[in-house]
């Protein structure tokens, strides 16, 4: 076994892989960005090593640098985690080349399976049954002769990233261009293909373990069909659609796709899988790597795939046999993200100012916060995953939907208690899964309003901050009491905002201590957790801001007759397309904001003239931020 093990990653995963080095006693260390200098990630390995500026592009994904990080550290491996170089067959014969052992497969599986042209044409000679489709440089006439709907994907890479769902065949040139732009901004690689699309799949995955004797086996399936934009967002296992014969059936040939193109270590074969006929499957893909829903793999298997993954690179065989593979009660997962549902899930950011995640009875949190963490633009937006084992589904999902109420994440805008309201979701509770299920459902999962008790419990936090403690004398004048002189009592009055701006005045009664408010409105007591200008109840969260109406009064005047376009999430400026006195069109394309993978692309309102631009490209903006100003023609205003 390994003595030293580098971790070339961050975050929850990081934290999860050194987790599993501490059990073996093996040292572990980890690799940092400035921007991680405090993360959890760097406090909890054994050693740390500063790998560059922020940008992953200078430290997360500089070869050099983190090969140079191993060899000052004595490493003899490098574990990728997921993300970032996992995937890099350049990466793992980069270690090779460096005397390095890559906890991961050989880099010719990468490459081949991570071509989904070649994979596909692979596991297809191997028996594995694939998704009719065609590809470069037939792809138009491969795409017509399929009829639609079809789907386009990039080969080079996966996530969602460029893939297109097509219904409409007279828009195919147009929908192959965009994705191609995305594919090659994404992946370095336009190269397409096409496959049929397949109304209402579920997308199920079989997760193998490979080691370098010729044994291959596989620890069931994963349901990874509730997904948002092509992004799993709840995962389980076992999956309720599958019996044992087709479980089987899969197994077989996911141990098969292995074998196909010489695998070794953890990996995942992921198929699409019509509801109406699970024997019908497909083959999509296969992840090189350890996926991110791997704990519900482990929590059905008793089996630790990090420790498997790493005695499997250290040269040992597996020790279990198919027949010895034993799946025992059910799993779910939830990923909390740092986006904003209220504002179409875009990116949210800021410091955690309170932080409490479940464990325990069940319940297992793999996360990388901690009170302080700095969650910025720069990287992936998933913070945590909250995991829930029972004996039974039910069991499960009743504990996860549990679990994602008690956790706490104030200070950074999460998904968490949309999360919860899904999986409570009927058709979630029956197991009637599709990856369209989210997208039909999402309006009704997300609040249109915001409750009275929040503005209530803010207003209470407010009041109390304004209480003069006892002893000592107190100006009468200074205290909140709604005292009028000649008048009767009138309670005081809040301008407050979290989505519009509101002016509240308090109707009940509130008992504020420490880090929690409750009040009580109309016989309810309703109890939040809170921080600075924060309150928490069941996994949502709201920021509760002081509004100034006069100020806001002001600066309307003083941009009489033009409009304000501000940055929609903390992020970065991209792409400057306009400068000031430019004339522009209603819809026109103005500037691009870029955070945690996801573009946004600002355009004007109306047709005016850009009378102020705040920003250039590179300008790292705050959410609700002035971007630019465009005063609109006379004839518009009019």
């Not at 098969?256 to 270590?265: L, V």
């Not at 005695?311 to 027949?323: C, S, T």
């Not at 109840?537 to 501000?566: I, N």
Request: glycine letters at 10%.
């Amino acid at each position: 076994m390994f003595e030293t093990v580098l971790v070339a990653n961050r975050g929850e995963i990081a934290v999860r892989v050194i987790r599993t080095l501490r059990s073996m006693g093996v040292r572990s260390v980890a690799v940092f960005s400035d921007a991680d200098a405090e993360a959890r990630h760097v406090r909890e390995a054994d050693t740390a090593v500063r790998i560059g500026p922020a940008p992953a592009s200078e430290s997360y994904l500089s070869v050099e640098r983190l090969l140079q990080a191993a060899a000052r550290t004595g490493a003899q491996a490098v574990h990728p985690g997921y993300g970032f170089l996992a995937e890099n067959a350049a990466f793992a014969r980069a270690c090779a080349k460096a005397g390095l052992v890559f906890i991961g497969p050989p880099a010719d599986a990468i490459s081949l399976m991570g071509d989904k042209i070649r994979a596909k044409e692979t596991v297809r000679a191997a028996g594995v049954p694939v998704v009719p489709g065609g590809r470069d440089p037939e792809l138009a006439d491969a795409a017509r002769e399929l009829g639609a709907p079809v789907l386009l994907k990039p080969s080079a890479g996966g996530g969602g990233k460029g893939m297109r769902l097509v219904r409409d065949l007279t828009r195919l040139e147009e929908e192959i261009a965009a994705a191609r732009r995305e594919a090659r901004a994404s992946f370095g690689d336009d190269t397409l293909l096409v496959e049929r699309w397949i109304d209402r799949p579920r997308h199920i995955e079989i997760q193998v373990l490979a080691d370098g004797h010729g044994n291959v086996v596989h620890l069931g399936e994963r349901e990874c069909s509730l997904q948002r934009r092509h992004q799993k967002i709840i995962e389980e296992a076992p999956s309720v659609l599958l019996d044992e014969r087709t479980r089987s059936a899969m197994g077989e040939a996911a141990v098969q796709a292995a074998r196909s193109c010489g695998y070794r270590g953890a990996g995942t074969v992921e198929f699409i899988v019509p509801g109406s006929d699970p024997s019908s499957y497909y083959f999509m893909e296969m992840n090189t790597r350890l996926q991110v829903e791997h704990p519900v793999t482990e929590l059905i298997t008793g089996l630790d795939l990090v420790e498997w993954q790493l005695r499997v690179a250290a040269g040992e065989p597996l020790a279990i046999a198919q027949e010895d593979v034993r799946l025992t009660g059910h799993a779910v997962e939830a990923r909390v993200c740092a986006e904003d549902p209220a504002r179409g899930f875009l990116p949210s950011g800021g410091t955690v100012l309170r932080l409490r995640e479940p464990q325990g009875d069940g319940i297992r949190t793999d996360s990388g916060l901690t009170e302080g963490t700095e969650v910025g633009s720069l990287y992936d937006p998933m913070l945590s995953k909250v995991i829930a084992y029972g004996p039974d589904r039910a069991t499960a999902l009743r504990k996860l939907r549990s679990a994602l109420a008690e956790t706490v994440t104030l200070g950074v805008q999460t998904n968490a208690g949309f999360l919860r309201r899904l999986l409570a979701h009927p058709a979630v509770v029956a197991g009637d899964l599709d990856t369209g299920l989210v997208e039909r459902e999402v309006e009704g999962l997300v609040p249109t309003e915001v409750p009275e008790e929040v503005y209530e419990a803010a207003a209470a936090v407010r009041l109390d901050a304004l209480t003069p403690g006892p002893g000592g004398w107190t100006d009468p004048f200074s205290v909140p009491s709604g005292w009028r002189i000649g008048g009767a009592r009138k309670p005081p009055a809040f301008h407050l905002r979290v989505q519009d701006p509101l002016e509240y005045t308090p109707r009940g009664t509130a008992t504020v201590t420490g880090d929690r408010v409750s009040v009580t409105l109309d016989g309810v007591r309703h109890t939040f957790h809170r921080a600075a200008d924060w309150l928490g109840r069941d996994g949502d969260a709201w920021h509760v801001r002081d509004h100034d109406p006069v100020a806001a009064s002001l600066s309307r005047a003083a941009h009489a007759g033009a409009d304000s376009l501000t940055a929609p999430m903390p992020g970065t400026v991209t792409v400057v397309k306009v400068a000031v006195g430019d004339e522009v069109t209603a819809g026109q394309s103005l500037l691009v904001v870029e955070a945690m993978k996801m573009e946004h692309v600002i355009s004007a309102p109306h047709a005016g003239k850009v009378t102020e631009l705040d920003v250039t490209p590179g300008s790292t903006v705050a959410m609700d931020q002035v971007l630019a100003v465009i005063a609109p023609h006379e004839e518009a205003e009019e």
